[in-house]
């Protein structure tokens, strides 16, 4: 390689070595007598899952050809570490990929996603995974096409990880998931430091992308056939604030509202602490803005609440849902909570469980809490297990019985349904989503996907609802 013609701005770098890489490939496929292939694995959130569609998409542009199992010539697990269950998953799963490991000898294993950002994780991969070729992180998965041509020429494992970043790297290829709907990065990293919580650590400080890349990255999608979009942040109601020139949120999703062509807009995640009034107004008056929040309560104590960093209390709280109920009458809410926080105590768990009782959450996500070190939490007094998982039963079944409740109050009334499949288990089946996230199956065929059609819910089944096209 002549090092004095590889460019040293982006995207143009990338785009070099992904022609390097194909290079690289061809070799390789003649070696063999075959097309190489490729998996990637994805564990965590939204935004993991779009980063995912950021690696297939160059991938794919290299020349592997994808593959559903994890038999393939490169895996990669891209990670998530927020709770340590996730973590202990990857270490569980990357025993299994080295016995295919062992049938093929030209299969390679990159590691990258929030996991990768905590030393103690690279030191345990070098120590006891060493089987594992290409490691990198959350700051620079955009220079994944350099980082795969380092590994097709090395024997020994890549490893790249940033400690940060203020780089945004646009115009790369990806992969849609859906030919109809896709995740749009409007912001990365979090500045927010609740005390219980290791994103900030491993993705880093807030960064908005321009308004003027988003706008066009959604047009194209678009023109591409999409006809619905979640914007994706780890607190989107503080987008827009650290730009040059500064636009909020709600600004933002007015002007995302006036593309032409787009149906539906989505959006994750809210800070209870940044949801302006703006926001609510604009999504009262925007019918492209689904009729669904998703806003994370964590704790209902206002004790715990300031322990934990999230600038709200529980009186707060109500009022937000109190004004975005008065706005949008048919809002869908759907929440986070964490039982077990350091020094919870029944008292405090009752706050909860007032809360859940009142706001009367759709669903919502519940986690036992899990220490994550380096975090402030972690180093508080933890609560006893059975304490602990005897909570999370008793939340458990009044968020179940609530969401119940919730979805018999519906039923029989008709609905604006975005089809996104066939029925996986019966093909006479479609399925698709409410403007409010709920899942719908009913008569039709491939047709029907990615169109939005009116179906009244005739069937509640727990989780999902049968419905009948009108
Ligand atoms: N333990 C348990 N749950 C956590 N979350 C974040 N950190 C932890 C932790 N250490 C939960 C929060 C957050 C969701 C994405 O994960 O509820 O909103
Ligand atoms: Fe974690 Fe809090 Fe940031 Fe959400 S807002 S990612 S819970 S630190």
Redo the contacts with the bound molecule.
Sequence with gaps: MNLNEIPVTEPQRQFYFMNLAKELLKKKEEEVGRKLTFHVTTFGCQMNARDSEKLIGILENIGYVEIEEEDADFVIYNTCT?RDNANQKVYGRLGYLNGFKKKNKDMKIGLCGCMMQEPTVIEKIKKSYSFVDLIFGTHNIFKFAELVCQMLQSEKMVIDVWESTDKIVEELPTDRKYAFKSGVNIMFG?????S?????YV?GRERSREPKDILQEIERLVSDGVVEVMLLG??VNSYGKNLENPITFSELLEEVCKIEGLKRVRFM?S?PKDLSDDLIRVMAENKKICRHMHL?L?SGSSRLLAD???HYDKEKYLDIVRKLREAIPDIALTT?IIVGYPGETEEDFMETMDVVEKVRYNSAFTFIYSPRTGTPAAKKEQIPEDITKDRFQRLLKLVQNIGQEKKAEVTGQSVEVLVEQVNEHDDSLVTGRCDNNTLVHFKGDASLIGTIVTVKLTECKGFYFIGEQI
């Design positions: 927020v979090c500045n927010n430091f609740c219980y919580c290791i994103v900030p993705r780890q607190n995640t800070h994370p964590q934990m960093n999230r986070d």
